[in-house]
């Protein structure tokens, strides 16, 4: 099981699979199956019958997890995708950064 550096309300690009190129929020972490939900990606469609307890009937739409290689995390300040890795700050503490690829 390896580290999951996406959490949860994180901004997300979809980089792979039928919903490439879309934006969406996360939702939900599933760290053990290193899968994740993002609202608006990935939708199922189920056709519900009326039955008792049920709140919604007819077809309804969900967002179903997808694996966590095929979403890549925004940098909020720059709006663009990229790689996340951890920097340590001065006074100890970790921060995630998304990776620019400039030298420094």
């Known amino acids: 099981m390896s580290q999951t550096r996406i ?8 980089i792979s699979g039928k919903d ?12 053990g199956q290193n899968r994740v939900v993002v609202e608006g990606v990935n939708l199922s469609v ?4 009326a039955r ?5 009937t007819g077809i309804v739409q969900s967002e179903s997890p997808m694996s966590l290689s095929n979403v890549m995390l925004i940098d909020p300040e720059t709006g ?3 790689r996340t890795g951890q920097k340590v700050l001065e006074d100890g ?5 998304v990776k620019s690829g400039k030298r420094s």
């Open 93 to 97: 503490t970790k921060v995630r950064v």
């Open 52 to 56: 008792q307890g049920v709140a919604q």
């Open 20 to 31: 490439k190129g879309k934006r969406g929020t996360v939702i939900r972490v599933l760290p």
């Open 7 to 14: 959490k949860r309300d994180d901004e997300v690009l979809v």
């Open 46 to 49: 189920r056709h519900l019958s």
């Open 80 to 82: 663009n995708a990229g």
